[in-house]
């Protein structure tokens, strides 16, 4: 929970000096700066809700994808 609250804190305030960087009004900056917060701890609570499901899952489905799609015919054969 804390490193969420920190991971936000620091994508709203980076969000938010590029915005006043590139010259932007101070309310569209603090607008993006607060999207720009609240995506980063949406983004980063749901990971660690579905991590688990990553690794029992994710991991072993990609290696079927991948090693079964390995074996099939690369390009097509002379004659077609």
Do not use: E
Not at 2 to 25: C, D, E, P
Not at 49 to 76: E, M, R, S
């Amino acid at each position: 929970m804390l490193l969420t609250v920190l991971f936000s804190i620091a994508a709203a305030g980076g969000a938010y000096a590029v915005a006043k960087k590139k010259r932007t009004n101070t309310g569209s900056a603090a607008a993006m700066g607060i999207a720009a917060g609240a995506g980063t701890g949406a983004a980063i609570t749901v990971f660690a809700a579905t991590w688990p499901l990553l690794f029992l899952f994710g991991f072993p489905a990609a290696a079927v994808y991948y090693y079964g799609k390995a074996k099939g015919q690369k390009a097509i054969g002379p004659g077609r």
